[in-house]
């Protein structure tokens, strides 16, 4: 195996395949498993180095380097290290602390970072952007914190550059010079900036979408989504969840904003499907990319159906959807009226986290397909050891990513999945695939509390109380 190939193959997979999904999904297995192993060994000395959280667990449990796919997962995170930090650092402002708290789980040296006078969340993030590489993910804390993820700029053109590939081209022949770079219309029922999930990559998508022509960009909301507002949203939900909302202490700053925020969320009930609607109108014809979640798809689709009508977009569109039903029960049959009504376009479904790179996108039979530079594992929900990769299994979902440059590979989900490992999907791809069917583990322990059992989540936890006390003393 070439040295080269494996460094692209790590730092650019698209470059490795030629920028085709075709070769991306037909790799033989075993070939992709020795390609995967190598760059799983290198990028573990890396980063062994160059994150101080993975160098102390890896000291910890004695680990120098890594050679089979199990020995990784002793070393890996779960999906809540990067929310790790103790609430009250935000609380009281000291970004300082928070600076120090993320330096610890990025390749990239924080220690000279300003936070000088930072007043807001926004404000620390802003810095960290304009004095680093990073492009700084947030999850949508609904438990009333927030991950902050460490992504850095290459990462984040090369997810977009995935995107567009899996998005418009078809898998089982060479791509054209039309799905290498489409020129489409965006309907983006969301905010045009942000840091929360998909809007990280708006500039890019811009770019790389629709020409450089940004009139072909249609926003719901043309501001940014303020990621001060969205903690306060969610430590509001979740104090409620407990009945604590009268206790609730707030920044005096934040909690003005508190009308700001209902107001807000008001209007975005009604706002969303009426943007839709309209520009499903307005575009009729065109070439479009769209993207947003079943329950939302869905209730569109079924309303305008009952109405007689259909949406009408040029057939070499496409419309991207997934994000589970987000609390609500789904129909059987939802994603065929989904299709009734978006009829002729090409219609793909979606699974992605934010710890990793890349959305894996679901065949013609209904499996996500896994993208090659994610490793996958199945745990035993129980005691996070792994299951063997043979036959078909069911448990908790963990993944190696060898792409992840900026910040630590392996992490451990909070969803249940079930892989089959041994026989290939009659769709034609070679890679390894989920089963359609994904639980999240808390909606399984009905609102319980998810913990997972793995070393990494006791260290990073003993790193938040150290970091307690030095804020406390």
Not at 78 to 93: G, R
Not at 176 to 182: A, G, Q, S
Not at 259 to 283: G, H, K, S, Y
Request: glycine content about 6%; charged content about 25%; hydrophobic content about 40%.
């Amino acid at each position: 195996m070439a040295m080269q190939s494996v460094q692209t193959f790590m730092d650019s997979p698209l470059t490795y395949f030629g920028e085709s999904i075709t070769p991306m999904h037909s790799i033989a297995r075993e070939e992709l498993a020795e390609l995967q192993r190598e760059a799983m060994i290198r990028r573990f000395a890396e980063h062994r180095q160059s994150i101080e959280m993975v160098r102390k667990l890896a000291d910890r449990l004695d680990v120098s380097a890594v050679d089979k796919f199990d020995d990784i997962v002793p070393l890996m995170f779960s999906h809540t290290a990067y929310k790790a930090y103790p609430p009250a650092l935000i609380d009281n402002n000291r970004w300082d602390l928070m600076t120090r708290w993320l330096d610890k789980l990025t390749t990239y040296d924080l220690s000279e970072v300003d936070v000088e006078g930072c007043e807001s969340i926004d404000e620390w993030l802003d810095r960290l952007e304009t004095q680093t590489p990073l492009q700084i993910v947030t999850s949508s804390g609904t438990t009333g914190t927030f991950s902050v993820i460490p992504k850095d700029v290459p990462i984040t053109i090369e997810g977009m550059h995935i995107w567009k590939n899996m998005v418009f081209q078809t898998f089982g022949k060479e791509p054209t010079e039309d799905e290498l770079d489409p020129v489409v219309d965006v309907i983006w029922p969301n905010f045009s900036e942000g840091r929360f999930g998909m809007t990280r990559m708006v500039p890019w998508m811009k770019r790389e979408f629709t020409g450089g022509d940004e009139s072909r960009f249609h926003p719901l909301y043309s501001g940014a989504m303020d990621t001060d507002l969205m903690f306060l949203a969610n430590k509001m939900r979740a104090a409620a969840a407990k009945g604590e909302l009268g206790r609730l202490q707030l920044d005096p700053k934040l909690a003005a904003r508190k009308d700001e925020l209902i107001a807000m969320q008001q209007r975005q009930m009604t706002e969303v499907p009426e943007f839709i609607a309209r520009m499903t109108n307005e575009l009729r014809g065109k070439r479009v990319f769209m993207t947003s979640t079943y329950n939302l798809m869905y209730s569109l689709a079924s309303a305008g159906l009952d109405e007689g009508a259909r949406a009408e977009f040029a057939s070499n569109s496409a419309i991207l959807t997934g994000g589970g039903a987000k609390g609500q029960v789904l129909p059987d049959g939802y994603m065929d009226v989904i299709r009734e009504f978006y009829g002729g376009v090409r219609i793909q479904e979606g699974y992605a986290f934010s710890e990793h790179n890349g959305v894996h996108f679901a065949c013609e039979e209904g499996r996500y397909h896994l993208q090659p530079w994610v490793i996958p594992f199945i745990l035993d929900p129980e005691s996070s050891q792994p299951l063997p990769r043979a036959g078909t299994k069911t448990g908790r979902f963990a993944v190696y990513d060898v792409v992840n440059q900026s910040h630590w590979g392996g992490v451990i989900t909070g969803d249940e999945v079930t892989i089959d490992w041994d026989s290939p999907c009659p769709c034609g791809r070679t890679s390894l695939a989920l089963e359609h069917t994904i639980m999240r583990f808390s909606e399984k322990k009905e609102g319980q509390e998810d913990k997972i059992s793995c070393a990494a989540t006791h260290e990073v936890h003993n790193e938040a109380i150290d970091f307690l006390r030095e804020f406390q003393s």
